[in-house]
């Protein structure tokens, strides 16, 4: 039969695409299932919990959920934490098991107690999304710093997001973004995008938008289509690179056509502006109406102006109200500037006094930068 801990430690090889001598290469997970499931049988823990990670991500062998939970539950049991982790995945998702808050939390802490990074990083994502917990962004935080102190990139790009905002934490760009700069040395493709975002909202130099844009092509190079509407914002800029309508244009679409909502907004605005395209007011509707459906406070209010202004046929101060409702409710400040010009002018009901307020504070947020003419607020 063989020895169980050699066959595993083949099997791994093949899994993680290793040789004995330490070289990198492409994974074989058809030989690694082969030689774990050899090592499985044997009663090998540590292959039974890798074979339950194929098994789960059907990586060289048919998803089995089943099989992975039979697997992983006799590895986690063991105490082995990796497997604990997989399977709490399985409870917190309800993938091949009734989806259960309170066992996912109890396996990852299980893992988080013997100091497994992913773990830790699990428990901080429980808390910030407040599943089986009370949301507790800043306990989030503080697992977040445990496990991005072992090396989990993860949690050290949700760290970064949150002391960027100022969520669980006092804001900090500047620790931000010397995190997502570390993230992005170790290979994290989803950190690029953030660190162009967060040098180009902490900065307006050109060294800095030169490293934005860089970080965005390299993104965009990694197949991390998210990062195009950002890109296209800095073409439209000037940002970083020699301002370009029509490759904002081509960016926009080519992410739109993936329905990515914020894109579809933007794309919208170029089309009624006739920016880096044709004018299209059609079109414009239809891309503002595809990301105000999807929940984009800002494609909303620029629908809803179209309905005001009669350029999707008769005026329509209904359809305007209830769009602009909907983004006001969304503490968009020009919403909430044209929802209070509806009702001053008798075309929507008066709303409560302190709703009114509410509005009036809300409106007051910004609302001059918005374009009045291209019906958008985007710059």
Known sequence: MGEASAQRDLGARYVWGTSLFGATGEPDYERGAVWLRRAADQGDLVGRSLLGFLYYNGLGVPKNLEQ??????????????????????????????????????????LAADQGNPAGIHNLGTMYSSGQGVPKDPEKANKYFEMASAK?????????????????????DAEKAISLLEANV????????????????????????????????????????????????????????????????????????????????ALLGYLYYTGTGVSKDLERAAILYAKSAEAGVARAQTSLAIMYERGELGPVDNEMARLWYEKAAAQQ????????????????????????????????????????????????
């Open 151 to 171: 090396g989990e990139l993860a949690s050290r790009y949700y760290l970064a997001s949150n002391l960027f905002v100022g969520k669980g934490t006092p804001k």
């Open 185 to 264: 040395d170790a290979g994290h493709r989803d950190s690029l995008t953030l660190l162009a975002y967060a040098l180009t909202h902490s900065y307006s130099d050109p060294k800095h938008d030169a490293q934005a844009f860089a970080a965005l092509e390299k993104a965009r190079a990694m197949g991390d289509f998210q990062s195009l509407p950002y890109l296209a914002e800095m073409y439209l800029q000037g940002r970083g690179v020699q301002r370009n309508p029509r490759m904002a244009a081509r960016l926009l679409e080519e992410a739109a056509a993936r329905n990515h909502k914020y894109a579809q």
């Open 332 to 379: 968009d400040p020009f919403a909430c500037k044209y929802l209070l010009a509806l009702s001053a002018r008798g075309l929507a009901a008066q709303p409560p006094e302190a709703e009114a307020a509410r509005l009036r504070a809300c409106a007051a947020e910004n609302a001059e930068t918005f374009d009045i003419n291209g019906a958008s607020g985007f710059k």
């Open 68 to 109: 992975a939970k039979l697997l992983l539950s006799s590895a986690a049991a063991e105490g082995w934490p990796h497997a604990q982790v997989n399977l709490g995945r399985m409870y917190l998702n309800g993938e091949g098991v009734a989806q259960d808050y309170q066992e996912a939390f109890r396996l990852f802490s």
